[in-house]
């Protein structure tokens, strides 16, 4: 299978020259040709393969110099919109986005997170009233990645306040051009403005856009931020991400070397290659179609990883590591955990343990899900939304 793999993809390149070709058009013929996600279905990008292809193909088109489909702008609709549509959606609705999704032409955002459920999804207040053929949404999100960019996002709101909170919420996806869509940035710590609030006022959704059934929202959603989980914590290559950045440092640099440095930079050396190992296997039960709760662990360890990680750096440069390049206020195209300089990357690292899902919810979650411990006391649980406290 590998070498009939690797077969398609040279007489694809043979027939698309990166050089010569657009980039646009390039992007729709691999997807039309399957091989860009190798292990969704013929006819939706993929070869229904075993996922643990896709990095060969990826190598293979990048040493041939073709064109990527933007991942860092669109990490969510590659990683979780993309996976959630192909598992709830119809036949019509994976038609319409995915391909256009994959290719980057259209950025997605999640309009999950809000003010007054923080890291409780399943606490989220923004409304979604039928009315005939349409939803009229209104509501109030924040935190919500991109979404200064973003053409469509997928959308958890709640259709029946009288039903407890994990059980009246539907999921929807939502036009970001629709009128009633108001993005204001919020600017972070490391002067960017990475993040954005989302105000939703008005908002009229078509019902061929919801996701799932009405009132299992927080089924389609679970299965969003098991994605999400994994998508945030993977790392493909051996030395990618934080610890590449700070090996690098090391070998290139040994005046900054001292022994106690040394023992640190090793053990998180082998965390992260650990963690990257796990994140191998999750991504193997992710093409089987069984995103689960271990997908937490991975997320709260790269969490820990990066921060150690990213303060190990400054620590290694010293008074160099404390300058900080630029504090204007920009709104970036893509999410970015290893850019510009170590200041930057130990402020920005700060976020690891806030986006997608709090490492206190994440602890909550491999506790009970995966480790079958009691769960905590909760004074909301089966009773109506509407009659819990705010």
Same mark, same amino acid.
Do not use: C, M
């Given at each position: 299978m590998r070498e009939e793999l690797h077969d398609r993809v040279r007489v694809f390149l043979a027939d698309h020259d990166p050089a010569t070709?657009?980039?646009?058009?390039?992007?729709?013929?691999?997807?039309? #040709?399957?091989?860009?996600?190798?292990?969704?279905?013929?006819?939706?990008?993929?070869?229904?393969?075993d996922q643990a292809l896709q990095p060969e193909v990826d190598r293979l088109f990048r040493e041939a110099g073709a064109p990527d489909n933007r991942p860092g702008a669109n990490t969510i609709g590659l990683g979780m919109a993309g996976p959630t549509i192909l598992?709830?959606?119809?036949?019509?609705?994976?038609?319409?986005?995915?391909?256009?999704?994959?290719?980057?032409e259209e950025i997605w955002c999640q309009l999950f997170s809000e003010p007054g459920a923080g890291s409780d999804l399943a606490n989220v207040a923004t409304r979604a009233v039928r009315d005939g053929d349409e939803w009229v949404v209104n509501g109030q999100k924040v935190?919500?990645?991109?979404?200064? @960019? #973003?053409?469509? #996002?997928?959308?958890?709101?709640?259709?029946?306040p009288g039903l407890p909170k994990h059980h009246g919420l539907t999921y929807f996806l939502c036009d970001m051009?629709?009128?009633?869509?108001?993005?204001?940035?919020?600017?972070?710590?490391?002067?960017?403005?990475?993040? @954005?609030? +989302?105000?939703l006022?008005? +908002?009229?959704?078509?019902?061929?856009?919801?996701?799932?059934?009405?009132?299992?929202?927080w089924k389609v959603a679970n299965?969003?931020? @098991? @994605?999400?989980? +994994?998508?945030?914590?993977?790392?493909?290559?051996?030395?990618s991400g934080m610890v590449g950045v700070v090996a690098r440092t090391w070998r290139e640099r040994p005046e900054l070397r001292t022994p106690e440095l040394h023992d640190r930079l090793l053990r998180l050396w082998v965390d992260a290659e650990v963690a990257r190992l796990t994140g191998a296997r999750l991504r193997q039960k992710l093409s089987l179609g069984q995103p689960g709760p271990e997908g937490s662990a991975m997320k709260l360890s790269f969490a820990r990883i990066a921060q150690q990680l990213s303060g190990l750096e400054l620590e290694l440069l010293g008074e160099e590591g404390l300058r900080y390049s630029d504090w204007t206020l920009v709104r970036p195209a893509n999410v970015d955990f290893t850019g510009r300089d170590a200041g930057y990357r130990y402020l920005r690292a700060k976020g690891n343990s806030i986006e997608g899902g709090t490492s206190e919810i994440l602890r909550n979650i491999v506790a009970e899900r995966v480790l079958?411990?009691?769960?905590?006391?909760r004074v909301d649980k089966d009773i109506p939304w509407k009659e819990s406290a705010k």
């Open positions: 070709t657009e980039r646009t058009q390039f992007l729709r013929a691999r997807y039309d #040709a399957g091989l860009a996600w190798v292990h969704f279905p013929i006819g939706l990008g993929g070869l229904g393969l598992a709830y959606g119809t036949d019509a609705q994976k038609d319409r986005f995915l391909r256009p999704l994959w290719t980057a935190w919500t990645s991109g979404a200064h @960019n #973003a053409r469509f #996002a997928i959308l958890v709101a709640r259709t029946d051009t629709d009128p009633g869509v108001d993005v204001r940035p919020l600017r972070q710590i490391t002067g960017e403005a990475e993040f @954005n609030e +989302v105000f006022t008005d +908002v009229r959704i078509p019902d061929d856009q919801r996701l799932g059934e009405v009132g299992e929202g299965a969003t931020l @098991n @994605n999400e989980r +994994v998508s945030i914590g993977k790392a493909a290559d051996r030395e079958g411990l009691p769960g905590e006391h």
